[in-house]
């Protein structure tokens, strides 16, 4: 991949920041996955081809035809993705190659950029302010981001009064303060606490978050086997029954999910927490992940009532232990108000602070996503999950390169404490 036939020597940092931000990317494992895509194609595919669909992101090219005539300009372009000056593909060329490697050749790419950012240590990266028996592994966040399509018509309906569109896999989202008719897809996304994107899959606009989290946690799973996942953050759109349920019993997750308003059985109090036979309050003792259940003690608190301990009622204040009379919850009695994660833990009180974090992180992956709205001509899931995915591959590499030029842990969360 060399450019000898066409020198180029950085003379501002800004050149040589994109140089630099284009050797992160490990070309050897990416030659390889474009050795398992036989007849990929003519003179100008290849490596250079697939970098450039990153540089197209990163400079905000609108279409692939001014991405071609932006390489014949540019030198630092070409020697940025280590293309020859007379084998600059043409612009259908990039079209030929997305529709050639398909969705699963853009997946295998950013698996392969996923990979490097474990080994720099970017997805689950020590962070002190959390309780040190918390369970390890990567901490998860989850969100959406609408994308307009370019496949709307105005007022068009079927005999059933059914809105048809060019493209037949958008549909009319919830009303947005950017778009005056909200037409197209969501992007449902994965990411670490980082703001690295681990998975995105696509749906028509109107579907709700919640019907695809089970879809994005289950992608994680099987894509990035070696990893542990831990935690997952949601807002408290996703503060559902079988949301708590479902993460817990059928991936491992622990929910960190911002609660709505919460009643609990009569005699609890507003923590949750159950109370002694006395009718005092009890603190948590421990959570007992693998039997599904919390253990409470009264920590012989009546003591402090005088009147109790000199006439002698409870029979747990000769108890040999500190922790007295013993209850227990179990998640099966409502993993919403029982379960692995209540709000008055110390792992839940250490991650919902980064909710405004939360925010943040997406509005870095939304400006992103706006960004691509303007210049989105694609239409089928398919090919909007292609651009989605390639836009997923460019935050990965942003991230990257601020850590390898700053050390900061993270681009939106102050992690680096």
């Not at 692939?64 to 630092?76: F, M, N, P, S, V």
């Not at 399509?149 to 493209?167: H, M, P, R, V």
């Not at 942003?398 to 030029?405: G, R, V």
């Amino acid at each position: 991949m060399t450019d000898s036939g066409d020198l180029f020597s950085p003379e501002t940092q800004a050149e040589k920041d994109l140089l630099d931000y284009f050797k992160l990317v490990p070309i050897k494992e990416i030659e390889r996955l474009l050795d398992g895509f036989h007849h990929i194609g003519p003179k100008g595919y290849g490596t250079p081809a697939l970098l450039a669909r990153i540089l197209k992101v990163k400079e905000k090219i609108s279409s692939d035809r001014e991405l071609a005539l932006a390489l014949q300009k540019h030198r630092l372009y070409r020697k940025a993705i280590g293309v020859e000056p007379g084998n600059i593909p043409a612009h259908n060329t990039f079209n030929t190659l997305r529709r050639r490697l398909g969705e699963q050749g853009f997946v295998r790419f950013h698996i392969i950029m996923i990979h490097k950012a474990h080994r720099m240590g970017l997805l689950d990266p020590p962070l002190p302010r959390l309780p040190k028996n918390r369970r390890p592994g990567i901490i998860l966040i989850a969100d959406s981001t609408f994308l307009k399509t370019a496949g709307s018509t105005k007022g068009e309906k079927n005999e059933y009064g059914q809105w048809l569109f060019k493209d037949p896999t958008a549909a009319f989202g919830r009303p947005h303060h950017k778009h005056k008719f909200p037409v197209g897809h969501k992007a449902h996304s994965l990411i670490t606490l980082t703001g690295v994107p681990l998975v995105s899959i696509v749906s028509p606009a109107n579907e709700s978050d919640t019907d695809h989290i089970f879809a994005l946690v289950g992608t994680a799973r099987t894509r990035y086997p070696q990893f542990k996942f831990a935690y997952v953050i949601l807002d408290r759109g996703y503060d559902a029954e079988q949301i708590h349920k479902g993460l817990y019993q059928e991936f491992g997750l622990i929910p960190i999910i911002i609660r709505k308003k919460m009643e609990f059985p009569k005699g609890f109090d507003e923590k949750g927490h159950p109370p002694c036979p006395g009718g005092y309050p009890m603190k948590r003792k421990n959570i007992d992940y693998k039997r599904r259940r919390t253990k409470f003690a009264c920590f012989k608190i009546c003591l402090d009532d005088d009147q109790l301990r000199l006439f002698g009622r409870c029979p747990h204040l000769n108890s040999p232990t500190d922790q007295g009379f013993v209850r227990y919850t179990y998640f099966k009695q409502g993993y919403r108000k029982f379960g692995p994660a209540q709000p008055d833990t110390r792992i839940y009180q250490a991650l919902k602070p980064l909710r405004t974090g939360i925010e943040r992180c997406y509005a870095l992956v939304k400006e992103n996503r706006y960004r691509m709205e303007m210049f989105n001509t694609y239409t089928g899931s398919d090919n909007v999950l292609i651009h989605v995915i390639e836009h997923d591959l460019t935050l990965t590499l942003d991230i990257l390169f601020e850590y390898k030029k700053s050390g900061k842990l993270s681009p939106v969360l102050n992690l680096n404490y």
